[in-house]
C-alpha cells in the first residue's frame, strides 16, 4: 500500500524552528518530484516547495527563501523540510506530496502553528 507520513509538526514561538519529516512506504521516492505544501484556514493549497526526483532542481515560495531548506534521504525514502526563523504567517497545515509517472500521492498533513 502506498503511503505518506508526515511527521514533525508542533506549536512554536516566532523565530523558532521545526524539522517536518515525510517517510514514504510502499513506493520508492527516488521516482518522484517531492514537495511540500500547506493550507492555511480560508485559503487555498499552495506549494512551499519541492525537490526533482535527481535532486538538481529545487523550488522554494518566495516569503521562505532563506529559512526553509528541504531536504530528501532516499535510503531512507523519507523527505525533510527544515524549517527556521517560522513566523505567524507560516502556521498551517504540511502536506507532503510525491508525483511521477506511476501516480500522485499525499500525505494526510502535519500542523504547524507559530503563535507566543
Known amino acids: 500500500q502506498v503511503q505518506l507520513e508526515e511527521s514533525g509538526g508542533g506549536l512554536v514561538q516566532p523565530g523558532g524552528s521545526l524539522r517536518l519529516s515525510c517517510a514514504g512506504s510502499g513506493f520508492t521516492l527516488d521516482d518522484y518530484a517531492i514537495g511540500w505544501f500547506r493550507q492555511a484556514p480560508g485559503k487555498e493549497r499552495e506549494a512551499v516547495s519541492c525537490?526533482?526526483?535527481?535532486?538538481?532542481?529545487?523550488y522554494y515560495k518566495d516569503s521562505v527563501k532563506g529559512r526553509f531548506t528541504i531536504s530528501r534521504d532516499n535510503a531512507r525514502n523519507t523527505l525533510y523540510l527544515q524549517m527556521n526563523s517560522l513566523k505567524p504567517e507560516d502556521t498551517a497545515v504540511y502536506y507532503c506530496?510525491?508525483?511521477?509517472?506511476?501516480?500522485?500521492?499525499w500525505g494526510q498533513g502535519t500542523q504547524v502553528t507559530v503563535s507566543s
Open positions: 506530496n510525491a508525483l511521477g509517472l506511476h501516480g500522485d500521492y
Open positions: 525537490i526533482s526526483s535527481s535532486s538538481d532542481s529545487i
